[in-house]
């Protein structure tokens, strides 16, 4: 371990080298964490590699090669099977790990946790391993909660607007180079006829992504719904963190051409009689919420925030219980990286508070 400070806890983080380890690692020294000693940590392909953090030289150690002892909080980003084979070993030697990856998120004795919304499920972590959820899910929950608590959520249909930077640098270059590729075509063409463009071969979203819309993300689950897993991610994570088990949800996940921040349109119907204006009085005191007459990707890039607007009665709803609304939320940022971060601050207070 690299030394920080002279108190505080030990950090380790797994994936470090990766696209969302390159934001938590800034997110760690943009919130002061309270770091006494700090490792990076990676695969063999990228161990040895020295990394700058807040004037020191700290050098990537390989995984398979690391002593995991003295670790008191380990963040992950390094994917669903590195976490189930690494997440336990760590565990084991007395480390909470905050995951990242889906690996953990529904399992009964791992806390799924927004910071904003569930941190009392951070009073016992009986496995040491808190999850993470998934970027679409932690967008909303900051919303949703204080309306569930407020009005009784009942129902809920989210179309989500996905960034190719949710698929990683691969979606991200895949969208770079199908878009050059395109301008260099002609713009008119694009107008007028943008089936003939010669797009290069889909790399990794499964259909062109540039100037189009794609609505399927992720895999299809194999139980005869037609649902992709990415949809099925957002109802079952959002009833385990707003503890609501029967929660009616359904969800479309759409890629679509822009780099980074997805959107959401939210279609929420309530046990009790809600307003807009009510809607907006509550939100506009909600931690990790900002209104926003038009939130969109755009604005949401780079910010910690849910930007939510276009709050308005939603018509297919008898009465006056049901809401439409737009969220737009920076995945790589709250929706992966800031969460971790947050999540690991209320750990450190709830259980190394002597350390601080």
């Known amino acids: 371990m690299t030394r920080i400070n002279e108190q505080g806890v030990n950090v380790a983080v797994l994936g470090a080298t990766g696209q969302v380890g390159m934001v938590m690692r800034r997110i760690l020294a943009e919130r002061e964490f309270p770091v006494k000693d700090l490792r990076f940590i990676a695969s063999s392909h990228s161990a040895g590699q020295t990394l700058q953090w807040e004037g020191h030289d700290i050098t990537v150690e390989d995984v398979e090669h690391a002593d995991l002892r003295g670790i008191d909080i380990a963040i992950f980003s390094a994917g669903g099977g590195t976490s189930k084979l690494w997440a336990p ?4 030697e007395g480390t ?4 990242n990856s889906s690996q953990w998120r529904m399992h009964d004795d791992v806390p799924l946790v927004v910071a904003e919304v569930n941190p009392h499920d951070l009073d016992d972590v009986p496995g040491r391993i808190v999850a993470n959820p998934n970027c679409t899910t932690m967008a909303c929950m900051p919303v949703l909660k204080p309306l569930a608590d407020a009005f009784g959520l009942k129902r809920l249909i989210v179309s989500s607007y996905q960034a190719v930077s949710g698929a990683g640098r691969a ?17 008119d063409k694009l107008v007028f006829d943008g ?5 290069p071969e889909p790399t990794k979203v499964v259909r062109t992504i540039a100037f189009d819309a794609v609505p399927f993300i992720g895999a299809l689950v194999d139980d005869g719904s037609e649902e ?3 949809e099925q991610k957002l109802r079952n994570e959002s009833r ?5 088990p029967d929660l009616a949800a359904s969800c479309t996940c759409v890629r679509v051409g822009v780099f980074t921040a997805h959107g959401m349109s939210l279609n929420a119907e309530f046990e009790k009689d809600v ?3 009510q809607a907006r009085e509550l939100l506009s005191k909600a931690p990790g919420v900002a209104l926003s007459d038009i939130p969109t990707p755009l604005q949401a890039a780079g910010k910690d925030n849910s930007f939510v607007g276009r709050i308005r009665q939603d018509q297919a709803v008898p009465g006056r219980k049901g809401l439409a609304l737009f969220v737009a939320n920076d995945n790589l940022r709250k929706g992966a990286a800031l969460n971790a971060i947050e999540i690991a601050e209320v750990i450190a207070q709830k259980h190394f508070s002597e350390q601080l």
């Open 89 to 92: 070993r760590f565990a084991a």
């Open 240 to 244: 385990k963190i707003l503890h609501l």
């Open 228 to 230: 992709t897993d990415e």
């Open 96 to 99: 909470y790990v905050v995951d």
């Open 195 to 199: 089936s003939s463009i010669d797009f």
């Open 275 to 277: 307003t807009p204006d």
């Open 171 to 187: 979606g991200v270059l895949q969208l770079k180079n199908e878009a050059q590729a395109a301008l260099d075509q002609g713009a």
